[in-house]
Structure formats: C-alpha cells, structure tokens
C-alpha cells in the first residue's frame, strides 16, 4: 500500500517518555501510516522490548547528534507525500492522527502547526519553572500569526515543500529557520487549534534553563555576526529585565495559576530567566568573531 503520511519522531535518551508518546500513537496507525523513530546519538541502543512493543513502528538510528539531523534522517527514511513532526515528549491526542490528515487535505501544499499544551509531570504545589511555563510555553498560534514559524513538536508539512527549500540546519532556531525558509518558497502556514498534543513542563529551574539556554543559542546562529547585528543583540540583552515587567501582566491574569503561590514563583522565574538571558546575550555579543562554514 503507497503512504500516505509519515510521522517523524526524534528521540534522544528519554526513553520513559517515548514509551508514553508510542502508546498513544501506535492505537491510531494504519498501513497507510510510516511512523519513524529516529534514535539520535544514543548512548546505547534501544531496548528490544519496546521495538516489539511497538513493531507497528521502524527505529533507525542517526549517529550526528542534533534533532535537526535526527529529523532531516526520518525524513530521507520515508517517502510518503505528508511529512508529520512530532517530539518524542508529546502527547498526541487519540484523534490525533486523523486532525492531521484532515488539515492537510483541508490546506493542501499548507504548513499546518497545531496547538501545543503544558502538563505537569510532578504533584501539585507548581514550581516556579513549572509556573512559568502553564503561561508561556509553546504559544503556537503566537507563533505561527505573529512571528511565522511553527514548532516541530506537532508540525505537518508537504514533502514537495521539504524537497523544495531543504531539511532542517543544525546549530540555530531550527524551526524557525525552515518554517520561514519554507514560507518565503510561498508555502502558506496555518494553525490548527485541534490538531493537538500535550507536552510536560520542565519541573526545576535547571531544566528550565538548560531549554532557554539552548534557545538563545540557537537564535544567536540566525544573528549576524557584523558590529551593527551584535551591538543589536547587545541591546535587546539589556532590554530582557525591562521585558520581564512587560509580561508581569500576563502572570497576574493567567487562568492556569492555581493560587498567589503560584503566581509569585512565576513571576520570580519570570526575572530571573530574563536576567539569566540577558547575561548569556552580551556574552555571546561580545565574542571575538571567528571564521564560520556557511550552512549547507
């Protein structure tokens, strides 16, 4: 039977998770559908009771680390005309699978990103990073109307479109810079507030910055490296407090806090994370400037 979708999964060394994401999954697959797990630089293979476990699915392994090779190996696995991203932390609702299908018939040649919530993995009373992020993590339709670009953890693209514009580019904002790659090649990009997954919060400030750390990296590789970029970069990293008071309001008249705990841990994460990207900013502004590859 030709497919006619292929969900792509990345997968780095967090197997509870994935075993939870397959379990929801694997009940909505049909012939039609290829679904890839792509393990990327694993430390040791995937155990055997989870590829039988889920023998609906194939696992290929891709040794360069990064979920942008991870995503761009899954895809040259496949060949089916949808290409369906999907983090391997997700969890897709149980009609999922067949949203997708109906967004794509819906907008053909379309990028469609879908609607990404927040859910706590430990017990009540929220964290303060776990605070912070019931209010602002993973705003897709903010990001698909506003800043034009979709996350890959709930992504739906046309292979054509892939083909056209190229795969993802390690070491930056790696879906930003396809989702705007591809839209400049005339793609449209639409949300889709049913296609829907559920992603955990990160439950500690350490996890919390590792992510924004990783994310102001990858939007300092979309910076250019001249006097005027930097001293730009330089600039908005001294805006990041003043920023913190701009989304205060947000954190007071958020419906997803459960108490003024809740909302005072937000807000302290809110500065501190904001003050944390504002030191990581000038350091990287005030790199000496080395010789780059240009990206392929």
Same mark, same amino acid.
């Given at each position: 039977?030709?497919?006619? /979708? ?5 997968? &780095? /060394? ?16 049909? +012939? ?73 018939? /819906?907008? +053909? ?60 580019? +390690? ?27 559920? &992603? ?19 939007? $300092? ?11 730009? $970069? ?12 701009? &989304? ?11 108490? +003024? ?18 030191? $990581?900013?000038?350091?990287? /502004? ?11």
């Amino acid at each position: 039977m030709t497919p006619t /979708a292929a969900i792509i999964i990345p997968h &780095h /060394a967090d197997l509870v998770r994935l075993e939870r994401c397959l379990a929801a999954l694997a009940p909505q697959l049909g +012939p039609e559908i290829e679904a890839v797990v792509v393990d990327n630089a694993p430390a040791e293979p995937l155990p055997e009771a989870l590829r039988t476990r889920f023998a609906a699915l194939r696992f290929v392994v891709e040794p360069a680390a990064g979920a942008a090779h991870a995503r761009n190996r899954g895809v040259a696995e496949t060949s089916a005309p949808l290409l369906v991203f999907l983090d391997c932390d997700c969890l897709p609702d149980p009609g999922w699978l067949q949203r997708a299908l109906d967004a794509a018939r /819906a907008h +053909p040649g379309a990028l469609v990103g879908g609607r990404v919530s927040v859910f706590d993995e430990t017990p009540p009373p929220r964290s303060g990073a776990e605070a912070f992020e019931a209010v602002f993590a993973f705003d897709n339709r903010a990001y698909i109307e506003r800043k034009g670009f979709s996350v890959t953890a709930n992504l739906l693209a046309p292979r054509a479109v892939f083909e056209r514009v190229g795969g993802f580019r +390690p070491g930056l904002s790696e879906d930003l810079d396809w989702c705007r790659r591809a839209t400049a090649a005339g793609a449209p990009l639409v949300y889709d507030d049913g296609l829907h997954v559920a &992603h955990p919060s990160r439950s500690d400030w350490p996890a919390l910055a590792r992510k924004w750390r990783r994310l102001t990296d990858e939007a $300092w590789g979309l910076q250019g490296r001249g006097l005027r970029a930097r001293s730009l $970069w330089a600039l908005r990293a001294l805006a990041m407090p003043l920023s913190a008071l701009a &989304h205060l309001p947000k954190v007071l008249r958020s419906s997803r806090l459960r108490s +003024p705990r809740e909302k005072a841990r937000a807000t302290a994460t809110l500065f501190r994370l904001r003050i944390a990207r504002g030191v $990581w900013m000038l350091v990287q /502004a005030g790199k000496p400037v080395r010789n780059r590859e240009k990206p392929c």
